[in-house]
């Protein structure tokens, strides 16, 4: 189990911006006739969309491994190159490696519930999409029903970096932007061939907090790296 001394706490806050239809899925153990076939995951006590933090997590993870694994994924994330291993942990046999980040899930923005909650929507802050799959052999159509996070929504993101090497902390934010330019890049959630789960990053801002002090300062620089994979 490999541990190391905690220097600083890096804060990493943006707003995360839908730009088309998002739909990452909740229970539908309970699914009345006429209901939504396919729902998306709320907040129980607000029942407002929730973007999860291990949704952004597995996928910026999975798209740095398709990138640096020298063209490999592997069939375990534990054989993953070793700066993406140090950023999202590892947990093989005999060497557990503690993830160096911490994603917490992102919350729908005031803003946007005011917005989207004098608009007339299909469901609460949400819009449900008709899909039609065919049968190829039969042509036979099989119609569903999807609730999305319509485009336009915004989300409070936070991400916490556990700074614990500063010799290797240069290559871990370098990767870590590289990660959320890639994100961008692709999408988030399910059906994202169909277009659905595009969404972008933006107003990024980043507070140091020393771990033994408990002093906290702005690093406008850092931001501004990270602001630069924006699209």
Not at 27 to 50: E, M, N
Not at 79 to 86: A, G, I, Y
Not at 126 to 135: C, D, L, P, R, Y
Not at 176 to 195: K, P, T, V
């Amino acid at each position: 189990m490999e541990q190391t001394q905690l220097l600083e706490k890096v804060i990493i806050r943006a707003v995360l911006t839908v730009k088309t239809g998002l739909h990452i899925g909740g229970s539908s153990d309970y699914a009345p006739i006429g209901a939504v076939d396919s729902i998306f995951v709320r907040d129980p006590l607000t029942k407002q969309p929730v973007v999860p933090g291990s949704s952004v997590k597995g996928k910026m993870r999975t798209l740095l491994a398709k990138t640096r694994n020298e063209g490999n994924l592997g069939s375990s994330p534990d054989n993953d190159e070793e700066v993406v291993l140090r950023l999202f942990g590892s947990a093989q046999k005999n060497h557990i490696l503690f993830s160096r980040l911490q994603f917490s899930d992102s919350f729908v923005k005031d803003t946007s519930v005011k917005q989207f909650s004098g608009l007339d929507t299909d469901t609460y802050l949400g819009e449900v999409k008709f899909e039609n799959t065919i049968n190829r052999a039969t042509g036979v159509a099989n119609p569903r029903q999807i609730e999305r996070v319509p485009a336009g929504m915004q989300f409070d993101f936070q991400l916490v970096y556990n700074l614990e090497n500063k010799e290797e902390s240069g290559e871990d934010m370098e990767v870590l932007r590289d990660g959320f330019r890639l994100l961008q890049l692709d999408y988030l959630g399910g059906h994202g061939s169909r277009g659905y789960g595009r969404v972008a990053f933006s107003d990024f801002s980043v507070t140091r907090v020393d771990a033994h002090t408990g002093k906290a300062e702005p690093d406008k620089e850092l931001a501004s790296r990270f602001e630069s994979a924006s699209l």
